[in-house]
C-alpha cells in the first residue's frame, strides 16, 4: 500500500508560478514511478506529467511542454510539479498517483492523492 497527500495548490495570476508536493509512504514508495493528472470541472482526468522511479525518463503533456517540470527526491519520499507561465486553463484539480510504468494513461496507476486545487485568474 502507498499513501499520497498533495500540497502546494492555490490561486494565482496568469502568467505566475507554483509548485506542487506529493509526500509518499507506503511499501517500496521510491520504486514507482509518479505522475500528475488535473481534473477541470466538466471535463475528464488528463495526463500532465510522469517521471521514473529513478527519475531518468520524464514525459509531458503537450500543453504543458516547456512551462511545468516535473522532478523527485527519494531521499524525502516526495515528487514536485514546478509550474511556470501558468494559465487560466491550467485551472483544476491536480492529482499525483503512483505506478509501475512511466504511463501517460490514468487506468496504469494504481495509487492517487486527494487531489490539490490550482486555480489561475486571469
Known amino acids: 500500500q502507498v499513501q499520497l497527500v498533495e500540497s502546494g495548490g492555490g490561486l494565482v495570476q496568469a502568467g505566475g508560478s507554483l509548485r506542487l508536493s506529493c509526500a509518499a509512504s507506503g511499501r517500496t514508495a521510491t520504486s514507482f514511478a509518479m505522475g500528475w493528472f488535473r481534473q477541470a470541472p466538466g471535463k475528464e482526468r488528463e495526463f500532465v506529467a510522469a517521471i521514473s522511479w529513478n527519475a531518468g525518463m520524464t514525459k509531458y503533456a503537450d500543453s504543458v511542454k516547456g512551462r511545468f517540470t516535473i522532478s523527485r527526491d527519494n531521499a524525502k519520499n516526495t515528487v514536485y510539479l514546478q509550474m511556470n507561465s501558468l494559465k487560466p486553463e491550467d485551472t483544476a484539480v491536480y492529482y499525483c498517483?503512483?505506478?509501475?510504468?512511466?504511463?501517460?494513461?490514468?487506468?496504469?496507476?494504481?495509487?492517487w492523492g486527494q487531489g490539490t486545487q490550482v486555480t489561475v485568474s486571469s
Open positions: 498517483a503512483t505506478g509501475r510504468l512511466l504511463a501517460t494513461a490514468a487506468r496504469l496507476y494504481d495509487y
